[in-house]
């Protein structure tokens, strides 16, 4: 375990596993989630890669700010890609959820600059939803509903979780998939403090982007891995996504939810080594 501080002077934790083949994976992970609870699985599956993976800003180890947003997040990676990093090899980088938006978010900002590929593991580029667009969070997320959920959150975490809870997609098969054995587990334990209000920050922030236009701008090979069986998106969100990159492959699993590398592990990272092999 280590620590970088990024271009605002904030404390990142990090881990860093090396590897013998010349390539760098940067792990970025969902919202609410430490990195620690998918390091295990990754070094393992990944043991031939570099390997990065951090906690964002206001999660786990990592210092804490207030007003964070996803743009934050973004330069969070650019000034590690540029200030850290010492450029020896290409870097995939995978976003899981809030991982994915924040590679969104990074790609309008500075293009694929210093991305070799990038792997994108169930999301939407657009979580809020309207009467033109029904691919966002849960499949149906108004503004009204998503500001009542964050106000809900910024007070009582448990309180918060709950409430989104009733709202995901699939609740039967929830009750025994991965992501209802392992997400409450690996969710940050924090009171209503400083650090809740700046996670309600983070959501607000990035559920108020819309990435659509930023999709065609992404000109890396980019590998999509969808759950049928999501808890937050229906099944047409990563056919849109992949019809929107250039050249993309998207590949779902049938009996996945929204973190595909638990129940799907052995195919997940197949995939996974086989496109950074390409």
């Known amino acids: 375990m280590a620590y970088f501080q ?56 990592s210092g804490i700010k207030e007003n964070a947003t996803i743009a934050d997040l973004a330069d969070d990676l650019r000034y590690f890609l540029t ?21 969104f978010e990074y790609i309008s900002r500075y293009r694929t600059d210093r991305l070799a590929k990038i792997v994108i593991v169930d999301q939407s580029p657009k979580l809020m939803t309207d009467d033109e667009w029904r691919l966002g969070v849960f499949g149906d997320l108004p503004a009204e509903k998503n500001e009542e959920l964050m106000s809900i959150f910024s007070a009582d975490v448990p309180g918060g979780l709950n409430e989104m809870g009733k709202l995901m997609l699939h609740q039967e098969f929830n009750k025994n998939s991965s992501m209802a054995a392992r997400f409450p587990a690996e969710v940050l334990p924090v009171p209503a403090t400083e650090a809740s209000r700046g996670l309600a920050s983070i959501w607000r922030s990035f559920s108020a982007k819309d990435y659509r236009p ?21 099944r047409p969100t990563g056919e849109y996504v992949r019809d929107n990159i250039p050249g993309s492959k998207l590949v779902y699993f049938p009996q996945g939810d929204h973190s595909p590398f638990f129940a799907n592990e052995s195919e997940f990272f197949r995939l996974v080594k086989e496109f950074i092999a390409e």
């Open 6 to 61: 990024s271009f605002d002077k904030t404390k990142l934790n990090y881990e860093f596993s090396p590897g013998r083949l010349p390539f760098t994976v940067i792990v970025l992970h969902g919202w609410g989630i430490v990195h620690i609870g998918l390091y295990r699985i990754f070094t393992k599956q990944l043991a031939d890669f570099n390997l990065y993976m951090w906690d964002a800003r206001n999660h786990g180890r």
């Open 83 to 103: 200030d850290i990093y010492p450029e020896k090899y290409p870097v995939i980088a995978i976003g899981h959820s809030m991982g994915a938006l924040t590679l």
């Open 214 to 234: 930023v999709l065609p701008l992404i000109d890396v090979p980019a590998l999509l891995l969808y759950g049928e069986q999501s808890q937050f998106y229906l």
